[in-house]
């Protein structure tokens, strides 16, 4: 593999963290190639996990979450082409094909153009709010402002941005009301007992949370907007949030000829061919892990950063990272911290080894044929972080129990 050189240009698109944090990394390297970032965001590259936790809640302004400021733009000779969509990409030409009838053509091109909040499809659809950009935000806020203390305010989807926007809109005066289709929400991403045990954080915060909510439709009524569920009874609420999950950004793609699957597949580098990489929430790649390799897809911060890394090390030295090792996430809800390590399945073997609901902080291990694939805990940081040495080597569940790493 021909490593970068001075004369390459890199275009990197979509101007969010992986796309900053790949600029930064390469850089850092010593890249000394051209490099233009395109965002279809007119904002500056900027964080998201605060937009559902600070900036909700009041405490941060927007301003806070940026990442890429002027003087960072400028020390890392980036050119930013904001507010403008990528529509098309030649992959033979490394030629990204731009929504105002421009290209930029270059020698190597990452994708990094992540996710978008999924909508569904009710007839009230524009008064319903996501949490992704800093504009959802924008507009949120200026929804909640004509809202008197005390509002209801109603949730769809009980996941992870459903329960930290409805913590967030409790401590601002709101009366959130979470609104889950499933019978424990979470159950998909973590599995029947961890969700049965995170059950009764939300009444714990003071939080209504309904499950097994089926919704017909959400409509304009003069409070603000009625929802009607498919039981025959409806709701009012002064504004509703989806928190649904998201769908890949990857249709300016379509006719690029790369392997679209659930994101961009790449290989174990994060090529999707020779001159061409994916990072981020949008690539699913190959993943070594304890339990063999997987193509996955995983949307943490923690992974969009490491790719960045590990890509632009790989450009620069053509030496693999082993950062993706250990996958981390973690999500404040409730007045709690969950932190997971690894991206275990829902269906794989829990025990939980230490704590208890009572004591408002545990620790549990996730295993696949025996082999711990994962480590979630409730509000206990120090003990996740003593047993990520379970996830760095196969180990079987009877040797973790021995070791007991979470309770040095
Ligand atoms: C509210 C919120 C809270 C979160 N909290 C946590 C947390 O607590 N812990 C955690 O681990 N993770 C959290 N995440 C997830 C984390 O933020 C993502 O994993 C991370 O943002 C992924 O970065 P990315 O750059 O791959 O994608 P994105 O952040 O989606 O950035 C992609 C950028 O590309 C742009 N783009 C898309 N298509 C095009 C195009 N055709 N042309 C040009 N630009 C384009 C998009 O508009 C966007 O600006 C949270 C996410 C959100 C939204």
Aim: charged letters at 25%; one cysteine or more; hydrophobic letters at 40%.
């Amino acid at each position: 593999m021909d490593t970068l050189a001075s004369s390459d240009h890199v275009i990197v698109v979509g101007a969010g963290l992986a796309g900053w944090r790949f600029v930064e990394a390469l850089r850092r390297e010593g890249c000394e190639s051209e490099l233009t970032l395109i965002g279809d965001e007119v904002d500056a590259p900027y964080d998201r996990p605060p937009l559902s936790k600070n900036v909700l809640v009041g405490k941060w302004d927007l301003a806070k979450a940026t990442l890429a400021t002027p003087e960072l733009i400028e020390k890392n000779h980036v050119t930013m082409r904001l507010g403008v969509s990528a529509t098309g990409l030649d992959v033979a030409h490394s030629t990204v094909h731009l929504g105002d009838g421009s290209s930029v053509a270059g020698s190597h091109v990452v994708i990094a153009s992540g996710t978008r909040a999924r909508r569904l499809p009710f007839s009230a659809d524009d008064r319903i709010h996501t949490i992704r950009r800093l504009d959802d935000i924008r507009r949120l806020n200026k929804d909640l402002a004509s809202l008197d203390s005390g509002s209801p305010v109603g949730i769809i989807g009980g996941g992870f941005i459903g329960a930290e926007a409805a913590t967030a809109l409790r401590t601002r005066g709101y009366r959130p009301i979470v609104f889950e289709v499933a019978s424990r929400p979470l159950e998909g991403v973590l599995g029947e007992e961890v969700s049965t045990w995170l059950m009764g954080l939300a009444q714990g915060a003071d939080v209504e949370l309904r499950v097994e909510q089926k919704i017909g439709d959400v409509t304009e009524s003069p409070g603000g907007l009625r929802i009607s569920f498919d039981d025959g009874t409806d709701e009012e609420v002064g504004a509703l949030i989806v928190g649904v999950g998201v769908q890949t950004n990857v249709e300016w793609l379509a006719s690029s000829g790369l392997i679209l699957d659930n994101g961009v597949v790449v290989d174990e580098h994060l090529l999707a061919s020779d001159r061409v990489a994916a990072i981020g929430d949008v690539a699913r790649f190959a993943w070594p892990n304890v339990t063999g390799t997987e193509s996955v897809r995983i949307e943490h911060w923690e992974v969009a950063n490491g790719h960045a890394s590990a890509l632009a090390k790989y450009w620069m030295t053509g030496e693999s990272s082993t950062q993706l090792m250990v996958p981390y996430f973690w999500s404040d809800q409730y007045g709690k911290k969950i932190q997971m390590l690894g991206h275990p399945r829902p269906d794989d073997e829990v025990q939980r080894v230490s704590g208890s609901d009572d004591e408002g902080k545990w620790l549990a291990l996730y295993s696949r044929n025996g082999v711990v694939s994962g480590i979630v805990t409730l509000s206990n940081p120090r003990a996740l972080m003593l047993s990520k040495p379970l996830l760095e080597d196969p180990v079987t569940l009877a040797n973790a129990l021995e070791r007991a790493p979470w309770a040095s």
